[in-house]
């Protein structure tokens, strides 16, 4: 029996049975209970990995359709998923398990996007705003975690730091500061665009969520912080305010510039944060350099896609000449899975910029939904060349959160158009 039905002489609005009825209300609490445990990764499978399956069972019981502009979306994971799990019988150098286990959590993470992308599809404007208000409440907690951690407030707090570097419920700082764009870059539309009412609440927000972010002493994210933010007021700038609003916007990015100077003069003057800031500051670091550097392994890992269509397996790569990974997802991907997992993968990656550029050219309340995630995305992408993502959660749940948004861009109520998410 289908989960939706329409009877003779409906308006053509869905009519749903009461198994249905309960799967869409398990829904509410479900995803945001979802997203939040994303922020604690500690092992592989997390958390996140076993709360998906209840969330995917809901979404089949509640009969959400699924938008033909899905289709590509779905296709790529069908193209990805065979040479995949070939590749799990190529791995040479550690048990089959867990070479199984690397390509099962792959193809599961990109299909925890594609759920999230039928989800929002539906509606998405509230389903956004209840992902990203989970999101945001996990990326303040776990920010709290990793100042209590740095500054040793907490106690035990060498459970939450590596090295010195606060990587909080995550297992590695470079995964824990880049897992606050997201949260930031709606915050930060908040506050240029937002009522003033809310000015201060989501001020402190951001200071709390950057400087949980900041000691992660990842440069990747605070690159990926700087492009993130640019983006987000270029694209509000040019796309979305009128030309009194404009005015605000300049002011509120010089206050926001002026006040990220002084913060940040703030941190370099303990003498704990400017000790390791100027090492990591360094533009080359030691471990970049040389054969075994982070470039020199990029390059062995292109000779070994060269040479290997099929793949070598996952979890290999460290088992050669190197010990460590390549530190380049789109290396990595054709080298794990061959040329077929690779391009399948990497397509994927191209398709979403492809929907998300073309959708921020029309006007539309959906818009103020794509920017912070186009902001987000992008960035997280060039951050791929030089670091594995294949398997960071908030990854696929951002591409999955932009092909939901543009695959229903039409979808507007008179509710949402002066709201943000």
């Not at 992902?131 to 945001?136: G, K, L």
């Not at 398709?351 to 186009?374: C, D, E, G, Q």
């Amino acid at each position: 029996m289908s989960a939706i039905s329409t009877r003779p002489g409906d308006t053509g609005a869905p009519k749903f049975t009461g198994l249905t009825h309960l799967a869409r209300l398990s829904l509410v609490v479900l995803v945001p209970v979802w997203i939040f445990s994303g922020a604690f990764v500690f092992i592989e499978p997390s958390l996140y990995e076993l709360l998906f399956a209840p969330v995917f069972v809901a979404l089949i019981v509640a009969g959400v359709p699924m938008p033909r502009r899905l289709l590509p979306y779905l296709w790529a994971i069908l193209i990805f998923i065979p040479p995949a799990m070939l590749a799990v019988f190529l791995a040479k150098f550690n048990p089959f398990s867990q070479s199984l286990i690397y390509s099962v959590i792959t193809i599961y993470l990109l299909l925890t996007g594609f759920a999230v992308a039928l989800y929002v599809a539906e509606n998405p404007f509230p389903r956004i705003r209840r992902i990203t208000m989970a999101y945001i409440a996990a990326a303040v907690v776990v920010g709290l975690i990793g100042l209590g951690a740095y500054f040793g407030i907490l106690p035990a707090p060498d459970l939450f730091l590596e090295y010195g570097r606060a990587r909080g419920t995550f297992k590695d700082p470079n995964v824990y500061g880049p897992f606050f764009m997201l949260p930031m870059a709606f915050v930060l539309q908040r506050i240029l665009v937002g009522p003033p009412k809310g000015l201060i609440v989501n001020s402190i927000l951001f200071v709390v969520l950057f400087l949980g972010m900041f000691v992660s002493f990842s440069r990747g994210a605070w690159g990926h912080f700087v492009i993130t933010s640019v983006i987000v007021f270029a694209l509000l700038y040019f796309l979305e305010a009128a030309p009194k609003a404009k005015k605000r916007l300049l002011t509120l990015g010089v206050a926001g510039v002026v006040a990220g100077v002084v913060l940040l003069g703030g941190l370099l003057s303990i003498e704990k944060v400017r000790t390791l800031f100027d090492v990591r500051a360094s533009v080359v670091q030691v471990y970049d350099t040389g054969e075994r550097g982070r470039f020199g392994r990029q390059a062995y890992a292109a000779e070994i896609v060269l040479n290997n269509p099929l793949g070598i397996g996952p979890v290999q790569f460290r088992n050669l000449k190197i010990k460590e990974e390549p530190h380049n997802t789109y290396l990595k991907v054709m080298m794990d899975y061959g040329w077929l997992g690779g391009i399948a993968f990497i397509s994927l990656i191209v398709m979403t910029y492809s929907r998300a550029i073309r959708s921020l050219a029309i006007p539309s309340p959906n818009r103020k939904l794509l920017i912070p995630l186009f902001a987000t995305f992008a960035p997280l992408t060039l951050e791929a060349a030089i670091i594995d993502i294949d398997h960071w959660r908030h990854f696929p749940l951002i591409m999955g959160m932009i092909w939901g948004v543009t695959a229903s861009y039409h979808k507007t109520r008179k509710a949402d158009a002066g709201a943000l998410p």
